[in-house]
């Protein structure tokens, strides 16, 4: 879990793993350049969840470069839109399925991703 207070242009950055707590504190400069990951968007981590349960599943044994993260889901949105709503190609088999909800999420979430 990370969590990041900010005081003026210092940010003090939590970082708890099992029963070890970290302490940061990194300057707004150390921000910017990626060291501090801002929280992910409710969209973006439905749909996260959505491609972790229903896509990784299976690309993780027969696809592993094409496993998607918090980091590479936006660049590969527009090839999920090419096999999923155009081609309609994944999910693959019987066994997993989107459900219309599910659909609907990567959809917004997909078009979220576009330059506007």
């Not at 910017?32 to 990784?56: F, M, R, V, W």
């Not at 044994?61 to 994944?90: C, L, S, W, Y």
Request: hydrophobic share 35%.
């Amino acid at each position: 879990m990370r969590r990041a207070l900010n005081h003026s242009s210092h940010f003090k950055l939590v970082i708890l793993t099992g029963a070890f707590s970290f302490f940061v504190s990194l300057t707004q400069s150390e921000v910017t350049a990626g060291y501090y990951s801002p929280p992910i968007s409710d969209l973006h981590q439905t749909a996260l969840e959505i491609l972790e349960t229903k896509c990784n599943v299976c690309h993780v044994r027969q696809n592993p470069r094409k496993v998607f993260t918090r980091e590479n889901m936006d660049g590969f949105a527009p090839k999920i839109h090419r096999q999923v709503f155009i081609k309609k190609r994944m999910p693959r088999g019987k066994k997993i399925k989107l459900t219309t909800e599910e659909y609907q999420i990567l959809l917004t979430w997909i078009t979220s991703t576009k330059p506007q």
